[in-house]
Every structure is written in structure tokens, then in C-alpha cells.
């Protein structure tokens, strides 16, 4: 069984059948639309091209409304394994904060006392029970404020409900509010400084495809480890990747090395050792485990 090269000599053919666009989605369709059409895009361009290579799925990061914009991994392919790495990411947002009355002078301490955990119970459309829960909002800042709009910075735990927070707000403020426009900025580890549109990878599939250039296309689309940024690694010796793939755990003799970040318990990427990414899962031994299991096995990429 052939494994994976490294990320950075990867063909364009291989960048899409295991790869991640940091998609800046446009006000309008829903995520999964919008993830819908890379996937047949791509899939299109692949059949068009004489590489041996298909993509019959493809995976958005953290849903947004249809009206909201911004920050939206998208998935492609075998990449779509590591979704769940997403679940538990910091968010961002920039939001506008529609009040129904004159914002008070004490408008900066009032929104500052919403910085810490809350409660929240999820709107009726929401696809999750309407249970109360508590959310970390780590940061929450005003960035402008004019008439009766407020321009708010949010950095919070992923599952926080900000048109509820906004709700909630307006309360406080003893105006009432609503959340205006709403743009995603970050979702971890990717932010809004290398975004692209729709467009910008339908153009890079056409330059490939037509033109025989791969340039536009790798400026897009990313290997799908970086994904993984900031989830402490474990190294493994090729032969145990190939056992992997098969099923088995990662076993004590197979490891190379673990990062020291990484504890009995935490969520650990294993690589080859061509920084090749081969499953998620839980460290439950260590280097000296004498033979036992050091990493059960969650999601296998390989």
C-alpha cells in the first residue's frame, strides 16, 4: 500500500482528492450549497483531466446562515475524516449590533460583563435540543459605535449562538437589539487573512485544466494538514501507518517521537515522518509502554 508524499510536493490531483480551501462564503446560499459546489467543480475538472483521481465528497467547518459571510473551511475529499477537529475551535465573528434605542454612555462596561461564560438555550430552527448551556465568550469588544448601531468584535467558544447573544445584549442595554450584518473571521486555526472566493478556485480549475498550470490551484487549496495545526503530533514509523490503515492502533514499537504539548487523554494527529497526516486519536500510553498501544485510533486519513 502506497502512502501519501509529503504535503508541500503533493501533485493538484492529489491536493483536491485530500485537501482544505479557506472559503470566504457569499451572503445568499447555505453552507452546504456552497460546499456542493466545490465538490462538483472539482469533481467535473478531475473527470475532464487525464489524472486517475476522483472527489465524491466534500465537508464545510462550522455551519453559517445563508445571509452570514466569511471564514468557511471547506473539506475536500478524504480531508472531510477530519471534521471533528473543528468541533472545538475558537470562533470570531464581527457583527452589528442593531439597538432599538439610544446606546448608553456606559455602553463599553455593560457589554464588558458579557466576557466569560453564559448561559444560552439554542433557537427553535436550531438543529441541536433546546437545552440551557453554558458558552465562553473569551473576548467581546466594541470596535465603533454610531447612532444606534454597535460594531462588536466576538471571539467565543464554537456552538454560541450570536444573533441569542445579541438578543441578550440589547437587554442589558436596556434598548433591545438585534444583530444586524454578521461576518465569521476566524474558525481555528484558519482566519480571514488568506481567504478566497468560489470564483477564484473555479478560475484555478480552469487555468489546470486548460492551461496546464497548477500555480493558482496550490495557492488555494491547502494540504489538508493544516487542518491540524495546533493539535499536538505523534510521529510513527511507516510500517505502522500501513497496520493503521488497516485498522490496528498505534502501537508503543511504531512510535517515533510525541509532542511534549500532548497528554494521556488529548486528541493527537500522527504523521509519517514526511509530515503526512495518517489518523486522529486519543494518547492513552507513552514511548515506554512496552509493547501496548499508544494511540487509540479515531479517525483514520490514510
Known amino acids: 500500500m502506497a502512502l501519501r508524499g509529503p504535503p508541500a510536493e503533493r501533485s493538484p490531483a492529489d491536493l483536491l482528492a485530500f ?7 457569499p451572503p445568499g446560499p447555505s453552507s452546504h450549497q456552497v460546499s456542493g459546489w466545490l465538490r462538483d467543480a472539482i469533481a467535473e475538472t478531475l473527470a475532464r483531466s487525464e489524472v486517475d483521481a476522483t472527489i465524491d465528497q466534500a465537508a464545510h467547518a462550522g455551519t453559517l446562515d445563508p445571509k452570514v459571510t466569511g471564514c468557511l473551511p471547506v473539506m475536500l475529499g478524504d480531508a472531510t475524516r477530519l471534521a471533528q477537529v473543528f468541533l472545538e475551535g475558537t470562533k470570531e465573528y464581527v457583527a452589528v449590533l442593531e439597538c432599538h434605542g439610544p446606546v448608553p454612555d456606559d455602553v463599553d462596561s455593560i457589554v464588558a460583563e458579557f466576557e466569560g461564560p453564559i448561559y444560552q438555550k439554542p433557537p427553535r430552527k436550531s438543529a441541536v435540543a433546546r437545552r440551557l448551556r453554558v458558552r465562553e465568550i473569551y473576548e467581546l469588544d466594541v470596535l465603533e459605535a454610531a447612532e444606534r448601531r454597535l460594531l462588536l468584535r466576538i471571539r467565543c467558544e464554537s456552538g454560541t449562538y450570536v444573533r441569542k447573544l445579541c438578543h441578550d445584549l ?5 434598548t433591545g437589539a438585534h444583530m ?3 461576518r465569521r473571521t476566524a474558525t481555528d486555526p484558519f482566519d480571514d487573512t488568506d481567504l478566497h472566493t468560489v470564483y477564484e478556485l473555479y478560475d484555478a480549475l480552469a487555468f489546470w485544466l486548460e492551461d496546464d498550470d ?14 491540524l495545526e495546533g493539535i499536538p503530533g505523534v510521529v510513527i514509523a511507516e ?3 500501513r497496520e493503521v490503515a488497516t485498522g490496528a492502533p498505534v502501537y508503543a514499537p511504531g512510535v ?15 504523521y509519517t515522518p514526511n509530515e503526512s497526516a495518517v489518523c486522529l486519536g486519543t494518547l492513552v500510553g507513552d514511548l515506554d509502554a512496552d509493547g501496548g498501544v499508544t494511540v487509540d485510533l479515531e479517525r483514520v486519513v490514510v
Open 170 to 174: 440589547g437587554l442589558a442595554l436596556g
Open 256 to 270: 517515533l517521537s510525541i509532542d511534549d504539548a500532548a497528554d494521556r487523554g488529548d486528541l493527537v494527529a500522527c
Open 214 to 227: 497548477p500555480a493558482p490551484l496550490r495557492e488555494i487549496v491547502d494540504p489538508a494538514e493544516r487542518i
Open 239 to 241: 510500517s505502522a501507518a
Open 19 to 25: 485537501g482544505v480551501v479557506n472559503l470566504d462564503k
Open 180 to 182: 444586524g450584518d454578521l
